[in-house]
């Protein structure tokens, strides 16, 4: 490879590190502090800070092994995972440390301290299918008729979703989120879904970082909007997707041809720069699998937990594009929060497709008999375009 492409993949991998990296948490007396992050605990180590009630979130803890057997300051530490020799796991637990294992047979990792790449949920996908994938081995693994109501499974899958909800918060905090939502059923290849990715492209070129559900169809569309770094990218891609229009058409071919444009485009499997394109999906509906082009992917086994964070997070608006039951549902949800206007928001959502959302799907009337006398009133919006859409949230 010329050195000219490996210097930007270089710069792009520096760029990346910097603009998703978790911001470094120093812990404070009194409180409990959730250590994820090697870097954290080594400067904590090295200032001789306090470690009582903290809690190591999956780490190898192997190059720090000298530093914490020469500690007694252990009392309530909680290891979470990780990796940690058998002498280290004596000494913690002599000095009232709590070691909580992983599970071997687990396809993914609980105690995790960071929210996932397309590239490790796709992992192996063109040596040896979707079905050997992390994605598809932790629905499989949800699915499991013989482990699916063991306590200590749940308890795993309950672990890995809060550690997801602490990566997303540390993603999220201080940027400006704005959700797009949509019917998974959206084909590639169709003006509606190359209209979608046109609304991620303008949002996130204004600054917006593009949260949607994840997955296939008008979610899909957004986040790939939102992950071309220039609109010259943008038809090319669509055009080369549009040779697998649907997932149904096989979960491998369609994420490899998601695949394919990523590493056309940037000849690496992460984006370069900023945070733009955020996935937020479930393996809750693991049939429906998740997109490539989320720069970062937070990715649960509790459906109602994703779906409140993605609205909760969706703090500068919320965009609703064409769909049926679960957009319904989604939509209600949000309006349910500006109804009570819950943490002291209102963030506006635009509907779009004005006979979709009076005629076929009598949403919009509905919201706005609930808006009546409310602050919502004046902050659910109807037009009949994705320009119109860009142009309520931009003002």
Request: with cysteine; net charge negative.
């Amino acid at each position: 490879m010329p050195e000219s492409a490996e210097h930007r993949r270089a710069e792009h991998a520096r760029d990346r590190e910097v603009s998703y990296s978790r911001p470094m948490r120093t812990p404070m007396p009194g409180l409990i502090h959730e250590i994820g992050d090697l870097d954290t605990l080594q400067t904590l180590l090295a200032a001789g800070a306090t470690l009582r009630g903290s809690r190591l979130q999956g780490l190898d803890l192997t190059s720090v092994e000298p530093d914490l057997l020469a500690r007694d300051d252990l009392t309530g530490v909680v290891v979470l995972g990780g990796v940690l020799s058998p002498a280290l796991d004596r000494h913690l637990r002599s000095h009232g440390a709590v070691i909580f294992p992983a599970d071997p047979a687990a396809p993914v990792r609980p105690y995790r301290g960071s929210l996932y790449t397309a590239a490790e949920l796709y992992d192996g996908l063109a040596e040896h299918g979707y079905e050997r994938t992390t994605d598809a081995r932790a629905y499989a693994w949800l699915q499991d008729a013989a482990i699916r109501h063991d306590a200590y499974t749940t308890v795993l899958r309950a672990i890995h979703d809060d550690a997801m909800t602490d990566a997303l918060v540390d993603v999220v905090s201080e940027r400006r989120v704005v959700g797009v939502m949509g019917g998974h059923a959206l084909a590639r290849g169709t003006v509606p879904f190359a209209e979608a990715a046109r609304l991620g492209f303008v949002l996130a070129e204004a600054g917006y970082v593009v949260a949607t559900g994840g997955g296939p169809g008008a979610m899909e569309a957004a986040n790939l909007g939102a992950w071309c770094r220039a609109e010259v990218q943008l038809t090319p891609a669509l055009e080369a997707l549009a040779t697998v229009p649907h997932f149904a058409d096989g979960i491998g071919p369609w994420a490899q041809a998601g695949l394919d444009v990523v590493l056309g485009t940037y000849g690496s499997q992460d984006a370069p720069g900023p945070l733009r394109s955020l996935g937020i999906p479930t393996w809750h509906y693991g049939h429906e699998p998740p997109n490539v082009f989320g720069d970062l992917i937070a990715k649960f086994f509790s459906n109602a937990l994703r779906e409140d964070l993605l609205l909760h997070h969706s703090t500068s608006g919320l965009v609703v594009l064409p769909g049926a039951a679960g957009t319904v549902q989604e939509v209600f949800q949000m309006a349910t929060r500006q109804y009570y206007e819950v943490d002291g928001r209102v963030p506006p959502v635009v509907l779009v497709g004005r006979e979709h959302w009076t005629t076929h799907l009598p949403v919009f009337p509905l919201l706005q008999a609930l808006a009546r006398d409310r602050t919502m009133a004046d902050r659910v919006h109807l037009v009949d375009s994705v320009d119109e859409a860009a142009a309520v949230l931009l003002g």
